[in-house]
């Protein structure tokens, strides 16, 4: 056994109602000057933060963007430059935290994330940011939180079919740590344990959205998921939906919910002892069906048409992926991805009959 495994600094707190404590976090960090940062869409939650935060709170921004454009980052800058802010406190989704990241980068403060969605951006050194209709990241580790405040209560907002979507997109980190090329023993249990949480808190989200204690178990997943994407490299199918988001536009976490299940049947033979996991996290023999119709019953994410992407996209972003390949388990080609991804574009249900399906307990 050979493995190399990488962990980061991040501080983590967790639980119900811990949102609490925000204020003594960013007190023992030492900071006195912090802006809070969150979309339009979580301003109130942002407000409600800046409130409990007092006079270190110096200003509320609720402008963080999807895909995090350089102007916003620019413009948030500006603004913590002119109020003299000595840190960022992140509330809201991957939003929120991805504009937080962009601007550590540049400004190197420290900064608490209170996520709110499963995106799990907060335990990656992964930033991005857009400009000229690309989406550009890269891997730095003062990007990461100094402090993640996880309170599952915050969730309790996200309507079913966003808290569904989200999740996908977590469970799509722990997919691809399952069979990337530097994953460690211990990522593989992360993964395996985050996939098992989130799939099945979504079916009870699903029936209760104010189930706090389905609420936490997703919370938990999104954490362990989040850990196995800033611990590995990512395969075929982030690459497919980065630039699905950077290029097109496409909405991240629904994209996700849409792409995976095409990935993992396209990749499902070439990675056995990734699919045998994704057997026993989910408690499905047919993983990739399994996620279609979580997908499709929980977020109604079936196709990557209804999320706007034109049938001459395809042949772009076929393009696209092969001018900067990936790591994945199976070789990718022209014609593979293209089939792929006009399955994925008119939603078709992902082939149990396929050729080269490997054999699964039940299907053996
Ligand atoms: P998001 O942060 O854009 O949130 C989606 C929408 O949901 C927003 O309008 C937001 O205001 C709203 N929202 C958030 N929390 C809510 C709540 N609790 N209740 C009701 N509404 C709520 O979306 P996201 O999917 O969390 O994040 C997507 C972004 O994160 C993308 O830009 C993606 O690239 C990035 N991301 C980065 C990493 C990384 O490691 N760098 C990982 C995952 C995602």
Redesign the pocket.
């Known amino acids: 056994m050979q493995f190399v495994h990488q962990s980061w600094r991040t501080r983590v707190v967790f639980g119900a109602g811990r949102r609490a404590q925000i204020a003594a976090e960013v007190r023992e960090l030492g900071l006195s000057r912090v802006l809070v940062i969150?979309?339009?869409?979580?301003k109130s939650?942002g407000d409600a933060i800046g409130a409990h935060l007092g006079s270190a709170a110096v200003a509320v921004h609720a402008a963080?963007?999807?895909?995090?454009p350089v102007e916003s980052v620019d413009e948030a800058l500006a603004l913590a430059a002119r109020a003299r802010v000595d840190g960022y406190v992140a509330v809201?989704?991957?939003?929120?935290?991805?504009l937080a990241?962009a601007m550590a980068l540049r400004v190197d403060l420290p900064y608490v994330a209170l996520?709110?969605?499963?995106?799990?951006?907060?335990?990656?050194?992964?930033?991005?940011i857009s400009e000229n209709g690309e989406?550009r990241?890269g891997s730095d580790e003062r990007v990461l939180p100094r402090v993640v405040v996880y309170d599952p209560e915050?969730?309790?907002?996200?309507?079913l079919p966003?808290s569904a979507?989200?999740g996908l997109?977590?469970i799509a980190?722990a997919v691809e740590a399952l069979y990337a090329p530097d994953r460690s023993p211990l990522v593989s249990l992360l993964a395996t344990e985050g996939i098992r949480a989130l799939s099945g808190a979504l079916p009870a989200i699903a029936e209760s959205p104010s189930d706090l204690i389905a609420r936490s178990r997703a919370m938990y997943g999104s954490w362990l998921c989040?850990i196995c994407?800033?611990a590995t490299t990512m395969s075929l199918h982030h690459q497919l939906c980065?630039i699905l988001?950077g290029s097109f536009g496409l909405?991240?976490?629904q994209t996700h919910a849409v792409v995976l299940p095409y990935v993992v049947a396209f990749n499902d033979a070439a990675a056995p002892e990734a699919l045998s996991a994704l057997v026993t996290a989910l408690g499905e023999d047919e993983p990739a069906a399994a996620l279609q119709s979580l997908g499709r019953n929980l977020a109604g994410a079936s196709a990557l048409q209804a999320l706007g992407l034109r049938r001459q996209d395809v042949d772009t972003l076929v393009d696209l992926a092969l001018q900067k390949p990936y790591a994945n388990p199976r070789v990718v080609s022209g014609e593979t991805l293209r089939q792929l991804l006009l399955a994925a574009w008119k939603g078709a249900p992902v082939d149990p009959r396929r050729p080269g399906r490997p054999q699964t307990p039940a299907s053996a």
């Open positions: 969150c979309t339009p869409g979580r939650l963080a963007q999807m895909h995090v809201g989704g991957g939003s929120a935290t991805g990241k996520p709110s969605t499963y995106a799990g951006s907060e335990m990656t050194p992964i930033w991005g989406k990241t915050l969730t309790c907002t996200l309507p966003v979507a989200s997109n977590a980190h989040g994407l800033g980065h988001g909405p991240h976490a």
